[in-house]
């Protein structure tokens, strides 16, 4: 019927654009994150920051108080004034209550905006990653290496819960360093807040020359621990193949290998921490210690040794300094919050990339005739029109590929491995951009994302079977949801009284008789029985299913890929006579000559180089 054109070396090689990834600056990445954090500021939100906020100056006046209280004890013990210093007693227990309540009140608040803030951006990046197939396009579309899953799970967890922590020690010290300025200019004076400021400002800069890139390092860290988590979970999936190859040494040294790497990291990252910690200690909890010793010995002499005002006023002095180290330390943390803000950034910033290179990644979804490329929309056939077959390395794999298939057709799709086979749907379901050429297929009335993707007239049944998490009942319903299966089978069971349930599990049954797979409803435990469904089926029991799967569905076109490979001939047989009369049109990859019979038109992809050949085949008559 057609075949490919002999290639021209005149014309230049046709390109799929990929995803690129363009980094921001930090100022934009803590923005950005910011918005995504609190998109909204709820009511809720307000209210415990303020909690927060109120609780901190508490804290604050009951430190306050506790340095008088210390020097107003000095005085009644050399007073040897009983009933007051009893009194006194008695308001440090209150405030030690107080203080007592206030302090895990605090970490409850801050743990509390952790979660609330977790919940926001994970929201964020879950929308983006799974708006249209970004999940899929993020490891297979796009030139950086982005370990998602662990960014999303890991690596949010850990941005929030130290953007927390920092909100409570950027809040604590700066209401200590306002309290107890003002306090000591009422006790010392310009000249003890003059050497105060100046104390903060020369160990801010002595920190900010010796500080170590922790942000990078820290960045670093992360990708190795998302690495060596990835070599265990591959592990685990593939460890019957594994153990059968007897290749458990190699992968031990291969995880070995990884685990080295990563330690070897940390070792230098503790070093680093444990040099830097020294210098920290010293400027920002021991100095200030000695500093506040002297301030007190020279207001001491001014005011004549009165023990009363020299003890307050050094603990006032003490406090201050210890407020000003906590701010010299802010700036070590925000350096290692730098690590996290990168790694969950680069995924956001893909992530949104992806969504606005839409149309440079997914052809144009107008009528296509302005452009040399489109997928566009029809009511009855899938057709292909000069399309380029070209992977994401930028291979062409057909050329040119004209082909179309109209309902009641159905095409087999051969060729050696390796030809793009596959590859062929990937394109079709939008999963792949399109080189060149134009592309229509059916439309389903009620599917929004019909050019981004297969949609409800064309359905895919893989190779490899897809188990999803859930009920045996899930198994067959996939991918909806068991209000909207029901509702499928019967529209009106969504606002009738009785058990939706029934029509919907007597369908199913009856699917399940008809793939002779009937026997698994007792075994398993009835529809709503749970297990980990990948491992306790047998190949050729999930292959039938995913048969089942689509005959439920019943598109008008369905996309096999190899799926029966596992079953024996006479099933097969048997799956592609259900589906011819249930008015499936089947578009099959295989290598059975069995198969032939059942298809109109074999479309033979030769070589994965471009070659092709679409040969027209007998109708089979029963």
């Not at 680093?272 to 506040?292: C, M, S, Y």
């Not at 999803?468 to 029901?486: C, K, N, S």
């Amino acid at each position: 019927l057609a075949k490919a054109p002999s290639p021209d070396s005149s014309l230049p090689a046709p390109l799929v654009p990929r995803l690129s990834h363009i980094p921001q600056k930090m100022q934009q990445r803590v923005v950005a994150l910011a918005k995504a954090l609190v998109p909204s500021l709820s009511i809720q939100q307000a209210g415990e920051l303020l909690a927060m906020s109120l609780l901190v100056v508490a804290r604050t006046w009951i430190a306050d108080r506790i340095a008088n209280l210390n020097g107003t004890s000095v005085k009644h013990v050399l007073e040897q004034d009983r009933t007051a210093f009893v009194q006194l007693i008695g308001v440090s227990v209150l405030q030690s209550v107080a203080y007592s309540i206030i302090a895990p009140s605090l970490r409850y608040l801050t743990a509390r905006l952790a979660l609330g803030w977790r919940k926001c951006i994970t929201q964020h990046l879950s929308t983006l990653y799974f708006s249209k197939n970004a999940f899929y396009k993020v490891f297979h579309l796009s030139d950086a290496c982005i370990d998602a899953d662990q960014r999303i799970t890991e690596d949010v967890k850990k941005f929030v819960n130290d953007v927390s922590g920092l909100i409570m020690a950027m809040v604590k010290p700066l209401v200590d360093i306002l309290w107890f300025t003002w306090r000591m200019k009422m006790l010392t004076g310009r000249r003890g807040v003059a050497i105060l400021y100046t104390y903060m400002l020369l160990g801010l800069g002595i920190l900010r020359l010796i500080t170590p890139d922790f942000g990078s390092l820290t960045n670093s860290e992360q990708q190795l621990e998302g690495f060596f988590r990835y070599m265990h979970s591959r592990l685990h999936s593939h460890a019957e193949s594994i153990a059968f190859f007897g290749g458990g040494q190699c992968e031990q040294q291969m995880i070995e290998s990884r685990f080295n790497s990563l330690l070897d990291h940390s070792w230098k990252l503790l070093k680093k921490r444990w040099l830097f910690g020294i210098a920290d200690e010293f400027i920002t909890k021991q100095l200030p210690h000695n500093v506040a010793w002297v301030l007190s010995l020279l207001y001491s002499i001014d005011h004549h040794g009165n023990r009363n005002i020299t003890s307050v006023q050094g603990s006032v002095v003490s406090q201050s300094f210890l407020a000003f180290g906590d701010i010299l330390e802010l700036y070590k943390k925000f350096i290692e919050l730098a690590g996290a803000i990168t790694r969950v950034s680069e995924l956001d910033e893909l992530l949104h990339q992806l969504q606005y290179e839409t149309k440079a990644l997914l052809p144009s979804l107008k009528d296509g005739s302005s452009g040399s490329k489109s997928i566009k929309d029809r009511k009855d056939c899938i057709s292909f029109s000069e399309v380029d077959i070209v992977t994401p390395a930028h291979k062409i794999l057909a050329r040119k590929l004209t082909f179309c298939i109209n309902p009641g057709e159905s095409l087999l799709v051969t060729g050696p491995n390796g030809s793009g086979k596959s590859s062929l749907f990937r394109v079709l379901g939008g999963l792949w951009p399109v080189a060149c050429g134009n592309i229509a297929k059916p439309v389903s009335p009620y599917n929004t994302q019909s050019t981004t993707g297969l949609n409800r007239d064309i359905f895919y049944v893989p190779q490899h079977p897809y188990c999803p998490l859930g009920t045996f009942r899930d198994q067959i319903i996939y991918p909806l949801t068991f209000d909207e299966a029901a509702a499928k089978i019967n529209p009106k069971s969504l606002q009738e009284s009785t058990d939706k349930g029934l029509l919907l599990d007597a369908r199913l049954k009856a699917i399940l008789n008809d793939i002779r797979l009937g026997y698994l409803l007792d075994r398993e435990g009835g529809w709503n029985a749970t297990a980990n469904w990948e491992n306790l089926l047998s190949l050729g029991e999930q292959q039938r299913l995913g048969m089942a799967r689509l005959f439920f569905h019943s598109p008008k076109y369905g996309i096999l890929d190899e799926c029966t490979n596992a079953t024996s001939v006479e099933v097969e047989e048997h799956l592609y006579e259900l589906a011819k009369f249930m008015g499936i049109t089947v578009v099959t990859i295989s290598q059975r000559p069995a198969l032939i019979p059942y298809h109109s038109m074999e479309l033979n992809l030769v070589d994965g180089e471009g070659g092709w050949e679409l040969k027209s085949i007998k109708q089979y008559q029963n």
